[in-house]
Nanobody, 115 residues
Framework: VQLQAYGGGLVQTGGFLRLSCDAS????????MGWYRQAPGEQRELVAS???????NYADSVKGRFTISRDKFKNTQYLQMNSLKPEDTAVYYC??????????WGQGTLVTVSS
């Protein structure tokens, strides 16, 4: 199983980006998908997750600005990030958790928000 995250980049405060994450390989029964981020010197934190039934959860810091979605037929997930702030600057990692609880991580994509 491999996850490929892309879509990061440099954006000004108030701008937007859309991250994507493609999962390939033999994947059965994805239970949930999600995005984490890690800023320099900080611990990795959960940004958003979505269950196989479509229920989404968000960190308080991104509620109302970020939207997670998925295309279950393509095993692809997205993170639409609007109204970006400098504190959103981080490396963003996608993750999938199978019903077996096996967990797979993407390689990370850097998001930089300039003030």
């Amino acid at each position: 199983v491999q996850l490929q995250a892309y879509g990061g980049g440099l954006v000004q405060t108030g701008g937007f980006l859309r991250l994507s994450c493609d999962a390939s390989g033999v994947i059965f029964s994805i239970d949930r998908m999600g995005w984490y981020r890690q800023a320099p010197g900080e611990q990795r934190e959960l940004v958003a997750s979505i269950t196989r039934s479509g229920n989404a959860n968000y960190a308080d810091s991104v509620k109302g600005r970020f939207t997670i979605s998925r295309d279950k037929f393509k095993n692809t997930q997205y993170l639409q990030m609007n109204s970006l702030k400098p504190e959103d600057t981080a490396v963003y990692y996608c993750v999938i958790v199978l019903r077996s609880l096996d967990t797979y991580w993407g390689q990370g994509t850097l998001v930089t928000v300039s003030s």
